[in-house]
């Protein structure tokens, strides 16, 4: 008969006991004492193969590994990790799983993992190449890089731009070189097709033959004079910007004018009709109707233009009383004898500090004094280019 004693269930005491009892009811006993003491670790399995990564983010999380026990039975635990990060290029993790049983005996078994950093950082952006209009071109991308990358320096970006300053297509190629804190150096690019674009302002206007020169940038309101006028329409040829129409025949003349702007062309075409309407033929002395007045005054001091005139009637004696006023209708300029000298200044009281007025069409009230004629009005272009 076994009496067991497993106060302690890691040693547990059973006595067995045999009795020999006769007929007679005499007995007599013999006992034998066992005892059985959990000192076995559970048999661990073989943990898996040492391995190497590139990256952190590629190791995965520790399994699960199960042991056999002796007295428990089977046994699992989940692995747990030990990481020496010391060299942050090769960082070594030990993934270690301990099996112990209910009486603590224990076995254990280690897997080494090392991540060692040799992979060049690849940027995440999307860079496939792109076609834009040359006015709506993206600011250069700013990378973003993968999560296996870190400490990531631009080392080198360059911009190819192959923009000529004509009315062609072209590229802008950004490439990159970058390196991480390992050492590994990775490069990137992206092509951006532009198509040109050319914005075209129209600008006209009729002048006479005898006007004189004519500056072509009057005309132009960009800030970038470092292009050529170019003849499209019309026989003739310039002298930089300056066209003569006094040497032309009358008719419509085209120019054109383009620069470069932030990426795109800018094109000024301009359309100057030549006439002869300024031309007075012979007339009576001292009929009115053939007084030649200036349509254009341009005091750039070529002797072309440089005064507003009064002529053809000279020799009639009349006193011509001028008055000259702004789009506005403020007198800028005032003379009760008139002699032919007025080239676009004024009082400063007209317009602020000023003592010439701006280019621009001015209107004007001539009136021949002790002639018993109407007021002469019209208009006048000054131009001080």
Avoid: H
């Amino acid at each position: 008969v076994d009496v067991t004693d497993n106060t302690d269930p890691c040693n547990v005491v059973i006595t067995r006991t045999w009795t020999f009892t006769d007929s007679c009811d005499n007995s007599s006993s013999v006992s034998q004492t066992i005892t059985v003491t959990d000192t076995t670790a559970p048999v661990a399995p073989s943990a898996p193969a040492d391995i190497t990564y590139e990256c952190i983010a590629d190791v995965p999380a520790p399994g699960d590994l199960t042991a056999t026990d002796n007295c428990t039975g089977d046994i699992t635990v989940t692995g747990v990790d030990v990481t020496d990060n010391t060299d942050p290029c090769n960082v070594v993790i030990t993934r270690t799983w301990t099996f112990t049983d209910s009486c603590d005996n224990s076995s254990s078994v280690s897997q080494t993992i090392t991540v060692t950093d040799t992979t060049a950082p690849v940027a995440t952006n999307d860079l496939s190449d792109i076609t834009v209009n040359c006015n709506a071109i993206p600011d250069v991308p700013t990378l973003v890089f993968d999560d296996c990358s870190n400490d990531i320096m631009i080392t080198d970006f360059n911009e190819d731009n192959s923009f000529d300053g004509t009315n062609n297509d072209y590229e802008i190629i950004w490439t990159w070189e970058f390196t991480d804190s390992c050492g590994n150096i990775g490069t990137a690019s992206q092509i951006v097709y532009v198509n040109m674009v050319d914005t075209i302002v129209y600008e006209s206007d009729s002048r006479c033959s005898d006007d004189g020169i004519i500056d072509l940038f009057d005309y132009y309101y960009g800030n970038d004079m470092s292009g050529t006028w170019e003849v499209i329409s019309g026989d003739t040829t310039l002298n930089g910007s300056d066209f003569d129409p006094s040497i032309v025949e009358l008719g419509d003349y085209v120019f054109s004018y383009t620069v470069a702007d932030n990426g795109c062309l800018s094109t000024t075409e301009l359309t100057l009709n030549i006439n002869d309407d300024c031309v007075v033929l012979p007339a009576p002395p001292c009929d009115p109707n053939y007084i030649k007045i200036s349509k254009a005054v341009t005091p750039n001091g070529d002797q072309w233009n440089e005064y507003f005139e009064i002529s053809g009637i000279e020799e009639c004696g009349f006193v011509f009383d001028v008055k000259i006023f702004n789009r506005w209708g403020a007198m800028i300029y005032e003379s009760n004898n008139y002699q032919n000298n007025w080239n676009g200044t004024t009082s400063k009281a007209s317009v602020g500090n000023a003592d010439k007025v701006p280019n621009g069409t001015y209107y004007y009230i001539l009136t021949l004094k002790n002639s018993g004629l109407k007021p002469i009005t019209g208009y006048v272009y000054l131009g001080t280019k």
